[in-house]
């Protein structure tokens, strides 16, 4: 280890979850093909031209001496058969790449850390994982509260490419000192397994008369792999030509601007006021899951580089682009929950919104609510009676729907349910009536 480069960075990051290759490779090659991808990804493909920003990339690797292990080697030869997916994803990191370096450089963090979405997320910003792990750093729900990412009704702060990279390059800052004394391939181990596998096996390398390096260590599969697949990914990008991959031709220049925002906007009227594409507006900013700027403390918004301006002096004219509200009239039998669960829609965000010291609501009160659709929806969906009931042994979703007449996704919808974690029985569940 003594040879390797005295810059490395120690970093630990617990929940990351990485994507198989042959995953990435598929879904690169599909979205590349799909006629509904994004902006970015619909560019023609062209060959690296002097001082793009694979050149800087080049420039700011700091960890080529392990490329020649053959592990590594093994998965050089895997990505030499598919060049077209490396090509793909490449193409899809077009709008983030200048910025993630950006950040690597002014941390004085390797620049193979640029190619980590390659491999956990394939440069898609809005990635889900059936595990839990979202957005281009596939961060946990757990790992994303615990480093102050927010996460509510409005946004989330795991597919803001912004906020994520930040945080999971605080994070991995953070636990440099505690574990690995500098050694960034342990780090990117435990990024993958977690800490605690990455300990234990260095614990049983050195038991065994071996270096704790991670080469010694007798990792999981997917762990074993992690860190050769990102060291190949470098080793081709330093050297495209030898290994026949054509990578596009990115300019070595901000793709987007970056817009204070000081209110809430609706990104559909700020893209028509602005004339900018919605498409482009919502791919830049997939952290505003709602399609609104947030009511207080939003992020900055997002935009093409060239439309700053315009943008700009669309956010000035606040009473065009307000979001969608609707106004409630509370009924008999009404509850804040019960509002909350038929609209999809935190308690604690309804109570922030209409300024309640509780969830005390009384007849004929109007309350504020936020909505997606247009207010007519609002005020014609789920208004029957309320009716609790309780999950028995062996329901599913579709079974407890077909017993009551109602749509699953209503069900879904008015309880605020993850489709990914199982009912359990004794579980109780609210459902209106037609």
Not at 45 to 52: F, I, K, M, R, Y
Not at 61 to 84: A, N, S
Not at 234 to 245: D, E, F, N, T, V
Request: charged share 20%; aromatic share 8%; no cysteine.
């Amino acid at each position: 280890m003594s040879d390797r480069s005295s810059r490395r960075q120690a970093m630990s990051l617990a929940g990351g979850v990485i994507l198989t290759l042959t995953t990435l490779a598929g879904t690169a090659q599909a979205q590349s093909e799909s006629s509904t991808a994004p902006f970015w990804e619909a560019l023609l493909l062209e060959t690296v031209t002097q001082g793009d920003i694979w050149e800087r990339l080049r420039g700011n690797f700091q960890w080529q001496v392990d490329t020649q292990e053959p592990r590594v080697q093994e998965w050089i030869d895997y990505y030499r058969r598919l060049p077209g997916s490396v090509t793909a994803i490449a193409e899809q990191a077009r709008p983030w790449l200048y910025w993630v370096l950006s950040e690597l450089e002014r941390r004085d963090m390797p620049a193979e850390l640029a190619l980590l979405p390659f491999i956990e997320s394939a440069y898609d910003p809005a990635a889900r994982h059936p595990g839990g792990a979202t957005g281009m750093w596939q961060l946990m729900p757990g790992t994303s509260d615990a480093l102050g990412l927010r996460r509510d009704w409005w946004y989330d702060g795991r597919l803001d490419v912004i906020a994520s990279t930040k945080a999971a390059l605080d994070y991995l800052q953070q636990q440099a000192d505690r574990w690995y004394e500098g050694d960034l391939e342990l780090a990117l181990a435990a990024y993958n397994a977690g800490p605690g596998t990455v300990n234990q096996a260095r614990r049983k390398a050195v038991a065994r008369g071996e270096p704790g390096d991670y080469w010694h260590l007798d990792l999981p599969n997917q762990t074993m792999d992690y860190v050769p697949k990102l060291l190949a990914l470098s080793r081709l990008i330093a050297k495209p030509s030898r290994y026949g991959i054509a990578l596009p031709s990115i300019p070595d220049q901000a793709v987007f601007a970056r817009v204070a925002v000081d209110g809430q906007f609706d990104l559909a009227q700020v893209a028509d006021l602005a004339d900018v594409s919605l498409a482009r507006l919502k791919a830049l900013n997939p952290g505003l899951i709602r399609g609104t700027t947030l009511p207080e403390g939003s992020p900055d918004l997002l935009i093409p580089r060239a439309a700053k301006d315009s943008v700009t002096e669309a956010l000035l004219e606040q009473d065009q682009v307000t979001a969608r509200w609707a106004q409630y009239r509370v009924r008999r039998g009404d509850t804040l929950s019960g509002l909350a669960s038929r609209y999809s829609i935190p308690v604690s965000t309804l109570r922030h919104q209409n300024n309640l010291r509780s969830n005390m609501i009384r007849v004929g009160q109007m309350l504020r609510i936020p909505v997606d659709a247009n207010v007519d929806e609002l005020a014609s969906t789920g208004n029957g009676s309320p009716q609790t009931v309780q999950v028995r042994a062996g329901d599913s979703l579709s079974r407890i729907a077909a017993r009551h007449d109602v749509s699953t996704d209503d069900l879904i919808r008015w309880n605020q349910l993850d489709t990914e974690q199982y009912l359990q029985p004794g579980q109780r569940l609210t459902l209106y009536s037609q």
